[in-house]
Structure formats: C-alpha cells, structure tokens
C-alpha cells in the first residue's frame, strides 16, 4: 500500500462511526436526552434508542472521544452504567442526532426504582408563574416513579400506567425539546393532560386536623394518614385497623422539622434524605401520640417524597406563597401507614380502595394513574455506623445486587414470613420489593403477581428453582410445581448464604443466624445456630441449648409459655404459678414439662421472649417480635453479669441468666441490660471459639434478631475486639425478608456445580 492509501485509510479509521451499547440501569432515567445533549454539545450525528440491552448509540464526527468521555463522567443521577462497550462501524454521512423508537425483542436492561420528587422539580411545584404550579404529579427525568408504574420493557410512556394520558401540546413541546428538562420525560403531564387528584390537598388537611384518618392513594399503594398528635386519632386508626400494638411510621415537613420529635445523627439525617426517601427509625422524643410507638423508644420517620405529600404540608402551613417555608419547621407531622387492613398487601386501586378502607377510612382519596406493581415504604436504620433494611420496597426494589460472577439463571421463592422472592440473571441479584406473610388469600395473590412481573420484566427464565426446607410452606409448594431443577435450601444456612451473597464472600462462610423458627434437617424448631456454609453446602457446628416449646406454635404468640420453659430448664418449674398467677394453664404446663411432654426449640426469638416474660415486660405478643423489641427498649448500657452463659461442646446455653431473672428479682431494666449483656459476650465467645477451629476470620451476623440494635452492635464490637470482621447485612434485611437472596446464591452454586460435572462426564 503506498504512502497516500496509507493516510486514506488512517483517516478513514479517525472518522469511523462508533457504536456504543451502554448497559446497566439506563432507561427511564434520562439516558436518551442527557446523549442527545452531548450529541448537541460536540457537534455529532447519529441517533439514539432504547432496546432489550439496555441503551444503543452511534455517533460520527470529530469529537466522538470527548462524548465517550462525558457519557462515563456525567450520567443522569438515576442511571447506573454497568459496562459501555464500543465498536468501530463504516460511516453513514447522516446530518443531525435523533431519539429512535424503542427496539423490541428479549429484556436485558433492568428498571431503576421509584425516586423522590428532585429539588428543580419541587421549584416548579411552588413557583405561581409554573404551568406545574400545585399540580400533584409533576415529574421529569430526574424524579417520580419508575418500578411501579411499568408494566415491561424497554421503559416507553406506551408500556407505562401513562400510556393513556395523551400529552397536551405544551407537554408535547417539551417532551420533543432538547433544551427542555422533561425532553423524552416518559412521565410528563400537566393538569390539563395528565392524572387528577380527586380531592384537594387543602381539604385533606382539613380533615387531619380535624381528628379524621384519610386513606390516600401514593405511589406505590395508599396511606392511612390521621394528626400524629392527636392521641384519639391514633387510637381509633390502630382500632379501625386491628393493629393494637405494632408501631407506625410518620411523616414530617422537612428534616428541620424533626428535632421537634426525633433524635436523629448525621447518619440518620442521610438516610432519611437519600432519594429513596426510606422510613428511618431514630430515637423518639416521645413528643407525639403515645400510641404510635406504643412504648417503644425509637420512632419510624419519612420525608414526603411523592407531590402530593408536599402540597399536604405546603397546606398544613397556610400556602405560603414562593418556596422557602420548605426549609422552615413545620409542627404538622402525619401517621403515615400502610393501607393493608388486618396484614393483607397494600390497596392500589380505588374500587378495591372503597371495598377494604371504607370501615377504616373517614376519606378515601384517589387518583387516575394506576399503580402496576404495588410497593411498601422501605424501612432502615443506622445499624453499626451503616444503613440496615427492615423491610426493602419502594426507591430500592428491583435495584440488582452484584453477586460478582456470572452464573445460571435461578428463582427463588423465600420462606412464609416477611418474605421476597429473588431473581438472578447473569452477575445479578433482583430481590423483590416486601411482599410480607402468606397467610391469606390476598396475600398469596400478591405473592404471584411479583413473581410473574419480575420474571417478565427481566424476560428470565429460570433453569432452577430455591425454595425453604420446610414442606408445608405455601413457597416451597409452588416451587415443587414448577418442573424445575429443585433445591431445598435451609434456612438457616440461606440466612448466612445472603450474607455470603451480598459481600460477595466466595469459599467457606462462618456464620451465625439468629432467628425465631427454621426447619432442621432433623426436622426440628431451630433458630439460633451456628454454621459454616459454601455455596450449597452446609454444616451445622453449634446452636443454642435447647429449650421446651410449650404449645408448639403457640408459645410465639404467648411469651408467657416461653417463660415457664425457661423456668424448666433452671430447675424452676415450681415458681410458674407465682411468676405468671394470670395464666390459668401456668400449672398444666409446668407439669407437662416436669413429664418432657413438649418440642425442644434452639430459637434466640423464643430465648428472647422467655427472657421477656419473666421479667414481666410481656406475656402476650401482638404482633411478630414485640417481646424482644419491648426488652430492648428498656436497655441504656448492656452488662453481663460473670458467669451468665455455658458453653459445653459448641451448644450455648444461657440457663444462668434467665435464672438470675427468674430468681433475683432484677427490675426490668435491669433484666433487659443484663439478658443482651450476656448474650453479646456468650455469642462473641461462641463464635470465636469456632472462628478459631474453622480457621475463620470473617463471620455473617444474621437472623431476625439481627434487627435487634443492641444486639448487632454489640456483637459486631465484640467480635472485632477479638481480632473477627463481622459481616452485618445491608443490601437486603437479615431477616426473611432476606432469605430469598440466600436460596438463590446457594441454588446457582448448587446448579453450577451439576453443570461442570455433566461437562466433565461428557468430555471424559
């Protein structure tokens, strides 16, 4: 080739069209019109679109570096890019740059979560020269709803709940602007195009004040809503609604107006402001209704994240004009609870709406954009300096979890409490948002309405199923119908396998999982045992020493049996009729247990709850965990009294503590501090020991009683104090709500490794 081809073709090479595939979390943030600017700004063509990967671009023209440069360093705030692989393509000539339609065929981009209402959109809200000016469903590319509206992919305004709103000419102007901020905005509308609200705000806050409870439709279902600070209110909502004792959430202005109830630290304060827009529990100033919290001394609190939640407060302060009553305190703070009557899922629609909130509800307010996938408010806490899930839902579900490898495709189905499921494609996790107790028929039903839209809106088919060890589970019947490769993960050994999961913990795990109940491989009430857990496979290397289950299911409702239990593993059967004189069975019981005629349990929840009820703190439960949460609330400084706890050959046994409870006459306080006093410096020797056996240094910290602060804190200090790395979990609650993530680590593990032995037979 001579000199002058030579630079022919080198130019050629300079000037080629680059196609650029982006994948990650890129549709339905902005991704098309933020490319469309840097298009703009280096002078390029080309085009544009979304597809089944993700986000497709080519570009031409001399700045094509300068672009790729800047789509790395200034994606939209929503976006999340996985990986941008670029080819080098011949050229097209074409003038201009253009957003192409949606291509069709299979899924693999995902959907971002829900996002709170952005700062430029919140300026619009307020500003009178807006055309968005009080309109409760302003939204742009930066903010509003994404997960429950759409009902699959790629993200188009066709495949969303606003598909049939027709754009009005200025909508549609800005829709087609590049200059514009709603610039291909899925969500664009206005008052005179889009959803209505069927009530104004001022109104609502009318009846709020007025001691009313109004249920009103949000984002991802509605909210039972009454004055947090009228004690009547309160009361009637937790009779309407049947919940006697289980704490509710509020909702204040702004984070200035929080000191006036919460105690909250620079870590809360973060949280509570995170785009999300999570409930945050911090410490209660007891400044509210009594019966929110209902004796507890920490408070679940939310910002306003949806429009609608604004203009409540912006009313509630007497419609100040402009927008800088925002930052100021507001003394207007609202219980703001699930419309779920008697633990069924949430109400989304306004038919279902007036059949299960007219007996709670003294106004039901809705609206016409539907909800498609029903989501709860996310819970968290500030757990060992970090944020901790309670419950993982709405602005975080169906975000991924990186399992940092490549692996097949699985489903797995959770357990029977708090449950989720969780669906891996590639390197990814997707857990679902809250789902909750399949003890109904509505619930069941919104347990296969996630199923169904997860696996569709990732176009997954699953090649293996997870389901829990026990048989008589609703979940594990269902995977059994499935015709598929089947693995029964235990519960315990997923719990840790999670934790695995998300730290991305591969070879041995040490673990602990500290939980109310799991089935054994012996069938047995488990639930404080400790473990060494890779991929599928699990050992069981100590527990908790056994304590008689008295009613079986039962005693989880009536601590009170638990307490007599505990009696008899301390030689004190003859102090039941005594301690609990108001539970006619009390001598029945203690006599069946002087004949051993219960189940065993190895369960730290039923430890907990023995613990509780013989301190007197609680003899009947209301709701799941309220023993432990009552007994920790009384605790200021955990302390363990010397020789609290035994540990004979890997079994723990804290039999001397509860009888120094049973028989020293400590108050409650002093019970509670001195039961997680020993517990913290019992389990740290426990675990330890084995760490030192196993020749272990990292231990996973999960289970239910995980949730328990003192305990996690605790715990975590004292193991790093003996040279250990605790692993807490984060991205998903350590409790069930966790555990499908669990079964699908171990079931890709265990699929994986049948995969490499059918290759290896067939090349052998």
């Given at each position: 080739m001579n000199r002058m081809s030579l630079a022919a073709a080198a130019s050629r090479e300079s000037n080629a069209r680059l196609r650029i595939r982006v994948r990650g979390a890129v549709q339905g943030v902005g991704f098309r019109p933020f490319a469309h600017g840097l298009a703009a700004r280096y002078g390029l063509s080309g085009f544009v679109q979304n597809d089944g990967e993700g986000v497709l671009l080519e570009i031409e023209g001399e700045r094509r570096e300068d672009f790729l440069t800047a789509l790395r360093q200034e994606k939209p705030p929503l976006a999340k890019i996985d990986s941008i692989q670029v080819e080098r393509i011949g050229l097209c000539g074409e003038q201009g740059f253009s957003i192409r339609e949606s291509a069709g065929g299979g899924s693999h981009t995902r959907i971002v979560a829900d996002a709170a209402t952005c700062e430029a959109c919140l300026e619009e809200l307020f500003d009178a020269t807006s055309r968005f000016h009080l309109y409760p469903f302003i939204t742009c590319t930066h903010c509003g709803p994404r997960f429950t509206i759409a009902a699959s992919l790629p993200y188009d305004r066709r495949q969303t709940s606003m598909a049939r709103f027709a754009m009005c000419p200025d909508c549609a102007r800005d829709y087609a602007d590049p200059k514009s901020r709603r610039f291909h905005a899925e969500t664009i509308a206005c008052s005179k195009c889009g959803p209505c609200l069927d009530v104004d705000p001022g109104l609502i806050v009318e009846k709020i004040r007025a001691g009313a409870i109004v249920a009103v439709k949000g984002?991802?279902?509605?909210?039972?809503?009454?004055?947090?600070?009228?004690?009547?209110?309160?009361?009637?909502?937790?009779?309407?609604?049947?919940?006697?004792?289980?704490?509710?959430?509020?909702?204040?202005?702004?984070?200035?107006?929080?000191?006036?109830f919460a105690a909250s630290g620079e870590g809360e304060l973060a949280l509570i402001q995170q785009r999300a827009r999570p409930i945050v529990v911090m410490k209660s100033k007891d400044a509210l209704a009594p019966?929110?919290?209902?004796?507890?001394?920490?408070?679940?609190?939310?910002?306003?994240?949806?429009?609608?939640?604004?203009?409540?407060?912006?009313?509630?302060?007497?419609f100040p004009p402009g927008g800088a009553w925002r930052e100021e305190v507001n003394d207007f703070v609202i219980v703001a609870t699930s419309a779920n009557p008697g633990g069924e899922p949430l109400v989304v629609d306004e038919e279902d709406a007036r059949r299960r909130l007219s007996p709670i509800a003294d106004l039901i307010v809705g609206h016409d954009r539907s909800i498609v996938v029903r989501a709860d408010?996310?819970?968290?806490?500030?757990?060992?300096?970090?944020?901790?899930?309670l419950r993982r839902a709405r602005g975080y579900a169906p975000d991924p979890i990186d399992l940092g490898a490549d692996g097949p495709s699985v489903v797995a189905l959770g357990a029977h409490l708090k449950t989720s499921v969780t669906v891996t494609r590639g390197r990814e996790a997707f857990v679902s948002q809250h789902i909750g107790d399949l003890d109904d028929a509505e619930s069941v039903r919104f347990y296969h309405e996630t199923l169904r839209h997860l696996l569709s809106i990732l176009d997954v088919e699953p090649e293996a199923v997870a389901c829990d060890f026990h048989p008589?589970?609703?979940?594990?019947?269902?995977?059994?119908?499935?015709?598929?490769?089947?693995?029964?993960?235990?519960?315990?050994?997923?719990?840790?396998?999670?934790?695995?999961?998300?730290?991305v913990v591969s070879g041995p795990m040490l673990g602990v999982a500290l939980d109310g109940y799991g089935m054994g491989d012996d069938r047995g009430a488990w639930g404080g045992e400790l473990m060494l857990v890779e991929g599928a496979a699990w050992k069981r290397l100590g527990h908790l020493a056994p304590l008689a289950l008295p009613g079986g299911d039962r005693a989880a409702r009536e601590p009170w049996r638990m307490g007599i239990a505990a009696l008899g593993a301390v030689g004190r059967l003859d102090l039941a009729e005594r301690l609990f004189p108001e539970t006619p069975l009390s001598a029945k019981i203690a006599e069946s247990l002087r004949r051993g005629m219960a189940p065993k349990t190895t369960s730290m929840g039923r430890l907990f709850d023995a613990a509780a009820a013989l301190a007197g703190v609680c003899l009947e439960q209301r709701y799941e965990g309220q023993a432990a949460m009552a007994f920790e609330a009384l605790v200021e400084t955990p302390r363990a009294l010397p020789g609290s706890f035994a540990i004979r050959k890997a079994v723990l046994d804290f039999a001397p503590v509860l009888a120094f409870i049973a028989t020293g006459r400590p108050s409650p306080r002093e019970a509670a501090e001195y039961f997680h006093?020993?517990?913290?410096?019992?389990?740290?020797?426990?675990?330890?020991?084995?760490?030192?056996?196993?020749?272990?240094?990292?231990?996973?910290?999960?289970?239910?009683?995980?949730?328990?602060?003192?305990?996690?804190?605790?715990?975590?200090?004292?193991?790093?104090?003996?040279?250990l790395f605790p692993l807490?979990?984060?991205?998903?609650?350590?409790?069930?709500?966790?555990?499908?993530?669990?079964?699908?680590?171990?079931?890709?593990a265990a699929f994986a490794v049948g995969e490499r032995e059918k290759e290896s037979t067939a090349c052998a």
């Open positions: 984002v991802g279902g509605y909210h039972l809503m009454c004055d947090a600070r009228n004690e009547a209110a309160v009361a009637e909502l937790r009779r309407r609604k049947e919940r006697d004792a289980k704490p509710f959430a509020v909702m204040a202005a702004n984070a200035a107006s929080l000191a006036l019966s929110i919290v209902a004796g507890l001394r920490r408070i679940g609190v939310m910002l306003p994240y949806a429009p609608l939640h604004h203009l409540l407060f912006h009313a509630a302060a007497g408010d996310s819970v968290a806490a500030i757990v060992d300096g970090a944020p901790a899930f008589d589970f609703y979940s594990t019947r269902i995977a059994e119908e499935m015709a598929l490769p089947l693995l029964r993960a235990q519960h315990h050994a997923a719990h840790i396998a999670a934790l695995a999961a998300e730290h006093g020993a517990l913290i410096e019992g389990c740290a020797e426990w675990i330890a020991a084995a760490a030192q056996a196993q020749g272990q240094s990292r231990v996973a910290l999960g289970g239910g009683c995980m949730m328990n602060r003192i305990l996690a804190e605790g715990l975590a200090g004292a193991l790093r104090s003996r040279g807490l979990a984060r991205a998903v609650p350590c409790n069930d709500g966790g555990l499908s993530l669990g079964q699908a680590a171990m079931a890709r």
